[in-house]
């Protein structure tokens, strides 16, 4: 069907990020990486009605570590930092427009952007196959 086949394509334009099995995405930018939720996530989601940051700018957050919320006319879902390090921007633009994380989880719709520590290892995380697999396509 063409949504399915939509979708499939989609999927394969971002092989650039990494991604968390609590369906986040990771784009690497210099010594920053920027997150965001996946389409399948959003879709799941429905409609976005909310973003609610519970960590802010300067902030250190762990990975795995909850720092925001999305909420949906069906749902609430928190937003996991995939690695350790300091939230340094957010995207203040989804308090007006929530929606974008709808119809652009991979661009206009992103979350945040965090340093990551020393420490983290992006490596840890799932590549596009990887996710793919996950979410069965």
Known sequence: DLHKEYRRQRQM?????????????????????????????????????????EKDEGEAVEAMESFASVE????????????????????HELMDNPASVNEDPYGEGWICRVKPSESANLDDLLDSEGYSELIGE
């Open 13 to 53: 334009c971002i092989r650039d990020r990494r991604y968390t099995a609590e369906h986040e995405w990771v784009r690497i930018e210099g010594e920053e990486i920027v997150v965001g939720i996946t389409d399948f996530a959003q879709d799941a989601l429905t409609e976005v009605v909310w973003v609610e940051w």
């Open 72 to 91: 949906s006319v069906k749902s609430v879902s928190q937003i996991y930092s995939p690695v350790s390090g300091e939230i340094v921007g957010l995207n």
